[in-house]
């Protein structure tokens, strides 16, 4: 692989993390409002 193939799995893995994070905080988030709510 070239140093440009090297570029795009790093983006592309970086992206994935990104995306997994932001999914994760989204869902810990509603979790939590969701549980005052009840209390």
Known sequence: MNCAGYWLVGAGLAALLLIAW????????????????IC
Do not use: D, E, P, V
């Open 22 to 37: 932001w999914g994760w905080q989204r869902s810990g988030l509603a979790l939590m409002q969701l549980g005052m709510s």
